[in-house]
């Protein structure tokens, strides 16, 4: 609704746009009520924006960085490759995911600022890339994730997973909840959101980019997915 609703530029810390692809390629994003953090590749970081206080006026305050594409023991990471996943637990904590692919599964970490690294791995469904992610709390915590790949011959596909996540942080064995190919009408998905419609239900949301491209769709996607309490 207009009267609810604004748009702006994202800032840096210094109040100016953000301009440029290598400062401005953002991917993620995870709120929490008052913060909006927003993960970026090229420039690998995560900015976080007081929305609540300053509203289209915030900067971006540095949370987290990788500036030389240096993920510590995962090594060197693309600079179109980085941090697409990212969300949020109800501690606080960020989950960051890296696009990057490697034979163990997509790295991931818990993050409280710089506190953290990508210890982890998703275990990527057939090698696709992790695109996304969103964390839902509950009597068991759990971590949604989205991977897609491509190729000339199978076309677009589309990965959905879930993960419990134990309260140290440590990230369960996925469960593949679908693998969406050419039987029906896929694109470039790789925004998800997860909101509980009920004790026993999860509604999945994805979206599609179409990259400014007439091939391409911008497509939604829902899903609702009922697990044990």
Same mark, same amino acid.
């Given at each position: 609704?207009?009267? +609810?609703?604004?748009?702006?530029?994202?800032? #840096?810390?210094?109040?100016?746009? %953000?301009?440029?692809?290598?400062? @401005?390629?953002?991917?993620?994003? &995870?709120?929490?009520?008052?913060?909006?953090?927003?993960?970026?590749?090229?420039? +690998?970081r995560v900015l976080g924006y007081d929305i609540e206080g300053c509203g289209a006026? &915030?900067?971006?305050?540095?949370?987290?960085?990788?500036?030389? #594409?240096?993920?510590?023991?995962?090594?060197?990471?693309?600079?179109?490759?980085?941090?697409?996943?990212? &969300?949020?637990?109800?501690?606080?904590? *960020? /989950?960051?995911?890296?696009?990057?692919?490697?034979?163990?599964?997509?790295?991931?970490?818990?993050?409280?600022?710089?506190?953290?690294?990508?210890?982890?791995?998703? @275990?990527?469904?057939?090698?696709?890339? %992790?695109?996304?992610?969103?964390?839902?709390?509950?009597?068991?915590?759990? %971590?949604?994730?989205?991977?897609?790949?491509?190729?000339?011959?199978?076309?677009?596909?589309?990965?959905?997973? /879930?993960?419990? /996540?134990?309260?140290?942080?440590?990230? #369960?064995?996925?469960?593949?909840? @679908?693998?969406?190919?050419?039987? /029906?009408?896929?694109?470039?998905?790789?925004?998800?959101?997860?909101?509980?419609?009920?004790?026993?239900?999860d509604r999945i949301v994805i979206v599609s980019d179409d990259n400014f491209s007439?091939?391409?769709?911008? *497509?939604?996607?829902?899903?609702?997915?009922? +697990?044990?309490?």
């Open positions: 609704p207009a009267n +609810h609703a604004y748009m702006t530029s994202l800032r #840096g810390a210094d109040g100016q746009p %953000l301009d440029g692809k290598t400062y @401005a390629d953002s991917e993620g994003v &995870a709120w929490n009520g008052e913060t909006l953090f927003i993960s970026f590749e090229r420039g +690998h006026n &915030a900067r971006g305050a540095l949370v987290t960085d990788f500036w030389a #594409g240096d993920f510590g023991e995962i090594g060197t990471v693309d600079e179109n490759q980085g941090m697409e996943a990212l &969300a949020i637990r109800d501690t606080g904590e *960020l /989950v960051i995911g890296v696009e990057a692919r490697q034979l163990d599964g997509a790295p991931i970490g818990i993050f409280n600022g710089n506190e953290g690294s990508m210890s982890q791995r998703l @275990a990527a469904p057939e090698l696709t890339l %992790l695109v996304g992610a969103d964390y839902v709390s509950g009597d068991t915590d759990r %971590l949604y994730s989205l991977f897609r790949s491509y190729d000339p011959i199978r076309g677009n596909r589309i990965a959905i997973g /879930v993960s419990a /996540v134990a309260e140290d942080g440590t990230i #369960g064995e996925m469960e593949r909840l @679908a693998m969406i190919g050419s039987d /029906v009408t896929v694109d470039n998905f790789e925004g998800i959101a997860v909101e509980p419609i009920s004790p026993t239900t007439a091939r391409q769709k911008t *497509l939604l996607m829902v899903l609702d997915y009922t +697990h044990s309490e």
